[in-house]
């Protein structure tokens, strides 16, 4: 069975201090992972996809990264503006299409 | 606009009424997928349908839902005689993918609170 787990739960920050996210994944065969961006009483709002270890992927503040086993997303000089919650997501490869999330990491930054 | 549309955005049931709620894909999306998140927990996949056809409902309960994806119209999330433990976020994406990893697109959400 597929699992994904971020951490840390919650994350607090001031603007301008630099972090990263942690998604740890075990899966029968990576088919492709994903990180999302969620505000409160808003649906999941794509950011990468990542398909091999190694990748790196970038977008403004944010850049994703992939190892075999996990994945980071490191925010660089964040702002107030990127206060979410920040989703991991897998899909394995035998051509199952369901996404196996994690539980999330709650992030605030502070001006 | 292209997103993927979903209605009712909040929606209010007693106990034992029916849920229907509704999703509309991305414009040229052909794959649908329903998501639902209790409050506290993560997206939980329930099932993933193309036009007329479910694909994989492996994440549905066994009673009271059921999903549809007709040649025309929105997709259809079902829940029949809901329970308390019912009240979550239901949420819909789409993907327009056949093969290889595929972006899901999600929508803003249906809450539904059971009373």
């Known amino acids: 069975e597929d699992q994904v787990t971020q951490s840390p739960e919650a994350l607090r920050l001031q603007e301008g201090e630099s972090s990263s996210l942690n998604c740890s994944y075990t899966v029968s065969g990576l088919r492709g992972l994903f990180w999302y961006r969620q505000d409160p009483g808003k649906g999941p709002e794509f950011l990468f996809t990542l398909y091999s270890a190694g990748e790196e992927k970038e977008k403004e503040r944010l850049k994703a990264t992939l190892t075999k086993k996990e994945s980071f997303l490191h925010i660089t000089a964040p702002k107030p503006e990127d206060s979410a919650t920040y989703l991991c997501a897998v899909q394995e490869r035998t051509g199952r299409r369901a996404l196996t999330f994690g539980s999330g990491t709650r992030l605030q930054v502070q001006p | 606009n292209a997103g993927v549309m979903q209605n009712p955005r909040h929606l209010v049931r007693r106990r034992g009424q029916e849920a229907r709620l509704r999703c509309s894909p991305m414009k040229g999306h052909s794959h649908v997928y329903w998501y639902r998140q209790l409050p506290e927990e993560g997206l939980k996949f329930m099932v993933y349908?193309?036009?007329?056809?479910?694909?994989?409902e492996s994440g549905m309960p066994k009673e009271r839902f059921s999903a549809e994806f007709p040649k025309e119209g929105p997709s259809i999330l079902r829940i029949q005689q809901v329970v308390r433990g019912d009240s979550a976020a239901y949420f819909c994406?789409?993907?327009?993918?056949?093969?290889?990893?595929?972006?899901?697109?999600f929508g803003p959400g249906t809450r539904l609170t059971v009373t």
């Open positions: 349908l193309q036009k007329e056809n479910i694909i994989d």
């Open positions: 994406a789409s993907s327009s993918k056949a093969g290889g990893p595929d972006e899901q697109y």
